[in-house]
């Protein structure tokens, strides 16, 4: 009797919508995170109760938590569409801060232009600096067969290290500080609250995530991206070009990233300073995992952990209960949300042994 309603539960999981499956992961995370602070001596009521607050308790707040938000909800977008290929792009910090720095550079230059002009040129130019870093990685995946993974890593060093050597020495604003001048006026993005770091730039991150559901879904190469993701060995049979659409994923991810970075500096710090990212880049890979790999899904995930770190700052200001029960609660969230793929793919494996044995047996 218990196996078979173990049984019928595992079924319940398999069929389970992705998005209902990752707020129930959340849910889960939320309710393990609660034991964990109750164990160490913490009230997890308080807890919650003091990043509520700090996520949505005031217009402050939800500024605040639309604004840590914005760079997850590209860095999430970032890693989602190179998975959609199945390339595991692990290098979004580095092509983040490239971004970044292009911005900030082109930001700063006086050229006279209208911000009409002079702002999407710095957005397009750290579009391109973290695109054409991808785009590398992809390449030395195709051309030598180099495990993206390691290279990504790699080069996030690399990446990390120029742009700190950059705003350190050639374009370091007089002062102790390891930043950029301020960038111009003309290269401003405009925020949404002046009191506030909220900018425009959460839209933008919003049409990105619908314009990547949209080419996904509608477009050709969308569909051989998800073709390749799928099964590249049936793909190439097919006749798509495996090299051209795995480079093109990492060029378009490592774009996104770019932007995120870019976007970050024109509206929120205003000058590229050395060290401005706690690990958005990294912070993308559980968005999207929450979001279950879903463009639109990045949008809503991005915001639940913004709303995790705007809390995180009036829970260090009005508790004695330490912030690193946020990463506890973002870790757990990740555990859980791989957890019914799991379940997933052992039922998978168990359909396929007992055909096996079916097809043996006749």
């Known amino acids: 009797m218990a196996k078979q309603w173990y049984n019928r539960f595992l079924q319940k999981i398999s069929s389970t919508n992705s998005a209902l499956l990752a707020i129930i992961s959340l849910i889960i995370a939320i309710f393990v995170s609660c034991i964990i602070m109750a164990i160490c001596g913490y009230n997890p009521f308080e807890a919650f109760w003091a990043i509520f607050l700090g996520a949505f308790g005031s217009q402050r707040a939800i500024a605040q938590t639309l604004s840590q938000a914005t760079p997850l909800i590209f860095t999430g977008l970032a890693f989602t569409f190179a998975k959609k ?203 999207a995992a929450l979001a279950t790999d879903s463009p639109v899904g990045v949008i809503f995930s991005g915001i639940v952990f913004g709303a995790l770190r705007a809390g995180a700052m009036v829970l260090n200001r009005t508790t004695k209960i330490p912030t690193d029960f946020i990463n506890v609660i973002q870790a757990l969230v990740v555990i859980f949300v791989a957890a019914p793929l799991l379940v997933k793919e052992i039922l998978r494996i168990k359909e396929k042994n007992a055909m096996r044995k079916e097809q043996n047996i006749c």
């Open 85 to 287: 290929a199945t390339l595991i792009n692990l290098g979004i910090e580095g092509q983040l801060h490239l971004g970044a720095i292009a911005a900030a550079i082109v930001g700063t230059l006086d050229l006279g232009l209208p911000m009409i002009v002079h702002l999407p040129l710095a957005l397009i130019s750290g579009v391109i600096a973290g695109g054409l870093y991808g785009a590398f990685v992809g390449f030395l995946k195709v051309r030598f067969g180099s495990n993206e993974v390691i290279a990504t890593i790699m080069l996030n060093t690399i990446a990390i290290n120029l742009t700190g050597y950059l705003v350190n020495y050639p374009f370091k604003a007089e002062g102790p500080i390891a930043q950029t001048e301020k960038i111009l006026e003309t290269a401003m993005l405009t925020r949404i609250f002046p009191k506030y770091q909220l900018t425009i730039a959460i839209v933008i991150a919003v049409i990105a995530c619908l314009l990547v559901k949209y080419f996904m879904n509608r477009t050709t190469t969308g569909y051989e991206i998800k073709c390749v993701g799928l099964n590249s060995v049936a793909a190439e049979t097919a006749g798509i070009n495996i090299g051209k659409i795995m480079i093109f994923s990492m060029l378009v991810s490592g774009g996104i990233a770019g932007l995120a970075g870019a976007s970050h500096i024109l509206g929120v710090d205003r000058r590229f300073i050395e060290g401005f990212s706690p690990g958005y880049g990294f912070d993308g890979i559980a968005v």
